[in-house]
């Protein structure tokens, strides 16, 4: 089955330490997008990528990274340098084509600091 | 003034009820309009599309006011199911960025 697949879904990070989140899809999409959500709060755009070899910041993208070397891959790196990364991450996929852009939703990960 | 905004409720409601929410803009140029629905802890999943004729689905109907740059979702004999946040989205079209408004809460009671 197509999807979107988020691993792992849950993870823990210790002071300094830098972690990736794995986000892998098999729908073709060109479009892909990081966002995270805090408790009670709505989803904040993170980075999202048009195409391969190419991504664009969002509204809070200090403290991460991200790569796009494939179209299936979308990796997001929580870095030492998040003061606060306690959050539920979430990735999604688009066509983004034509502005039918909906989006297909991977099922998060749950990231903590010890 | 946010890109999108939503009123975070909660929107506590009983059984049967109708309810509607609103979500506001301010890209005029957006072209593509979606309404998410968002269970505790999980993924968001579209709920539906937002036409700008306004479109139905069983108890469900969204309709776009282009004019004065908001979405309504309308959501008619409230189901216990119902309850979950609901996030509109507002897409610029082409390859932009995504926009979520901070979602609504809905609470349907007994």
């Known amino acids: 089955d197509g999807g979107i697949t988020q691993s792992p879904k849950y993870l823990f990070r210790k002071e300094g330490q830098n972690v990736t989140l794995s986000c892998e899809q098999n729908?073709?999409?060109?479009?892909m997008y990081w966002y995270r959500q805090d408790p009670g709060q709505g989803l904040r755009l993170i980075y999202y990528?048009?195409?391969?070899?190419?991504?664009q910041k969002g509204d809070i993208a200090e403290g991460y990274s991200v790569s796009r070397e494939k179209k299936e891959s979308f990796p997001l790196t929580v870095t030492s340098a998040q003061k606060n990364p306690t959050a539920f991450y979430l990735c999604?996929?688009?066509?983004?084509?034509?502005?039918?852009?909906?989006?297909?939703f991977g099922s998060g990960t749950q990231l903590s600091v010890l | 003034r946010k890109e999108v905004e939503q009123d975070p409720g909660p929107f506590n409601v009983p059984e049967g009820a109708t309810v509607a929410f609103n979500c506001t803009y301010s890209?005029?140029?957006?072209?593509?309009f979606f309404w998410y629905r968002q269970d505790c802890r999980k993924e968001p999943k579209l709920l539906m599309s937002?036409?700008?004729s306004g479109n139905e689905d069983g108890r469900f109907t969204a309709q776009l006011n282009r004019a004065s740059q908001y979405i309504s979702l309308l959501i008619r004999d409230s189901k216990l199911s119902d309850s979950a946040t609901y996030l509109c989205?507002?897409?610029?079209?082409?390859?932009?960025?995504?926009?979520f408004g901070t979602g609504t809460k809905l609470q349907v009671i007994p």
């Open positions: 999604a996929s688009s066509t983004g084509t034509g502005g039918e852009g909906k989006l297909f």
């Open positions: 729908l073709n999409h060109d479009a």
């Open positions: 990528s048009q195409i391969v070899n190419d991504f």
């Open positions: 890209n005029s140029a957006s072209q593509s």
């Open positions: 937002v036409y700008s």
């Open positions: 989205v507002v897409i610029p079209g082409g390859y932009q960025k995504v926009t």
